[in-house]
């Protein structure tokens, strides 16, 4: 799995956008973007994952740079409870196929009241 | 998405005792699961691949003796901590995969287990 990089720590305020970058320039065709996230002493959480195109959930939005060496998930009206550890992998996606998650250092996002 | 319950969410146990960790998914059939380990301040950590049926598949550098994996069924996996001493001590997480049809193989996380060894 192509290796990423990500902010340590992000402050957004309360009802603002949150915008969380991952650089990931190694990646390579067949590889998709995945974000989750951690609340304190909480398992992850899935929030989104894209390949190549611009992605929309419930959520979150996923950009993903035309030349895909980088992507922004955006969190559009952060509240309280997004404070979290934000993780950006960046993995394969195959049908039947079972790999264990690689997880980097994430972005601690802390929404301010 | 699917839902994966870990029982218990908090144990303490005595330097020397073996603690088991049981890791269900509740709505879908899960003949592969993975369990993680996080220290403190630390990320996540993958330990073992739990596949039905089989032996688990470990990392390097986690002994299959100490934490040793059954997976019994298609809805739960089991972790036991043999001999735990107080290094183990971590919260310890599991996830599922869910080969549906409503993905390819994405994972969903139990909610962890905090082990706190004496």
């Known amino acids: 799995d192509a290796k990423t990089t990500q902010p340590t720590s992000m402050d957004c305020a309360e009802g603002r956008a949150a915008n969380l970058p991952c650089n990931h320039s190694t990646i390579s065709g067949n590889e998709y973007v995945y974000w989750y996230r951690q609340i304190h002493s909480q398992g992850p959480q899935y929030i989104i994952h894209?390949?190549?195109n611009n992605e929309t959930n419930e959520m979150a939005s996923l950009i993903i740079t035309e030349d895909r060496k980088s992507s922004t998930l955006i969190l559009p009206h952060a509240t309280l409870r997004d404070t979290a550890v934000y993780y950006c992998i960046v993995r394969v996606r195959v049908r039947g196929g079972a790999d264990g998650l690689t997880f980097g250092k994430g972005t601690h996002l802390i929404i301010q009241p | 998405g699917a839902v994966v319950s870990q029982h218990p969410s908090r144990v303490i146990c005595k330097s020397g005792t073996s603690v088991k960790i049981e890791c269900r998914s509740l709505d879908f059939q899960a003949t592969t699961m993975f369990w993680y380990r996080q220290f403190p301040k630390q990320s996540l950590m993958l330990m073992a691949t739990?596949?039905?049926?089989?032996?688990?598949?470990?990392e390097q550098g986690v002994e299959k003796d100490k934490f040793l994996i059954n997976h019994a069924s298609l809805t739960l996996s089991t972790l036991t901590v043999t001999s735990a001493h107080p290094e183990d001590s971590s919260f310890y997480i599991c996830s599922a995969l869910d080969r549906s049809g409503r993905g390819y193989n994405e994972q969903f996380f139990g909610p962890g287990t905090r082990l706190t060894v004496l």
């Open positions: 894209g390949l190549k």
């Open positions: 739990s596949n039905e049926g089989s032996k688990a598949t470990y």
